[in-house]
């Protein structure tokens, strides 16, 4: 079982930054797709960022409106997701997620075929 280990999540107002990372040994990274969920009680999950290859390659959701950037550091084995102008919408659990490259079609759906999740973290975000 690989896991996935969330933190940075917290409370932050409006306008403001969070940085959010993953540690993983999901890796190797040229044969799995990083990334990032969102989810809101009663509402369905939806793929926020992800990056993948040795190029570190990336898709965002393209509803953020490059808020959000996804990185990765190797040699940490750490994904990270930046969120800058941070809005109360934004109030979610945030996943990490892997996915097996094979599997990996953008735009990452709820249905996206995910074989490892974190336990999620918390943003709240208040106006």
């Known amino acids: 079982q690989v896991q996935l280990v969330e933190s940075g999540g917290g409370s932050v107002q409006a306008g403001g930054s969070l940085r959010l990372a993953c540690t993983t040994a999901?890796?190797?990274?040229?044969?799995?797709?990083m990334g990032w969920f969102r989810q809101v009680p009663g509402k369905e999950r939806e793929g926020v960022a992800a990056?993948?290859?040795?190029?570190?390659?990336?898709w965002h959701n393209p509803s953020l409106k490059a808020r959000f950037t996804i990185s990765r550091d190797d040699a940490k084995s750490t994904v990270y997701l930046q969120m800058d102008s941070l809005q109360p919408e934004d109030t979610a659990m945030y996943y990490c997620?892997?996915?097996?490259?094979?599997?990996?079609?953008?735009?990452?759906?709820?249905?996206?075929?995910?074989?490892?999740w974190g336990k999620g973290t918390l943003v709240t975000v208040s106006s």
């Open positions: 990056i993948y290859g040795a190029a570190a390659s990336t």
């Open positions: 997620a892997a996915v097996s490259l094979l599997s990996c079609r953008f735009p990452w759906v709820a249905s996206t075929p995910v074989d490892y």
């Open positions: 999901a890796g190797p990274y040229s044969r799995t797709c």
